[in-house]
Nanobody, 122 residues
Framework: QVRLVESGGGLVQPGGSLRLSCEAV????????MTWYRQGPGQYREEVAS????????KIENSRKGRFTISRENAQNLVYLEMNSLEAQDSGVYYC???????????????WGQGTTVSVSS
């Protein structure tokens, strides 16, 4: 059974930092593109950061460039989201997502974690 287990969320003051972790269980981790999404109250889920299967091409959503970093450790089945200089609008539930692509480039399967809550408030 595939599971993505997020951790590291919590309450932090504006300007503070958090590191989110996501452990993947039950899949061949190095075959999956990993993405972090954020969903604020009453908002759609938005992509925050993604990283390719080998960890060579991290991508950060524009408004978070310079503040957020995504990385992965394939040997440990872990992906991280380092968040610095946090702002109130960064608050929300952060979800870990895994997607595998086939040779044609079409998605073969994907999985979601349960989410971890980040609250940025003074």
């Amino acid at each position: 059974q595939v599971r993505l287990v997020e951790s590291g969320g919590g309450l932090v003051q504006p300007g503070g930092s958090l590191r989110l972790s996501c452990e993947a269980v039950g899949l061949i981790f190095r075959h999956y593109v990993m993405t972090w999404y954020r969903q604020g109250p009453g908002q759609y889920r938005e992509e925050v950061a993604s990283i390719d299967e080998y960890g060579e091409y991290p991508k950060i959503e524009n408004s978070r460039k310079g503040r957020f970093t995504i990385s992965r450790e394939n040997a440990q089945n872990l992906v991280y989201l380092e968040m610095n200089s946090l702002e109130a609008q960064d608050s929300g539930v952060y979800y870990c997502h895994a997607r595998r692509y086939g040779p044609s480039g079409a998605a073969r399967d994907e999985y979601w974690g349960q989410g971890t809550t980040v609250s940025v408030s003074s």
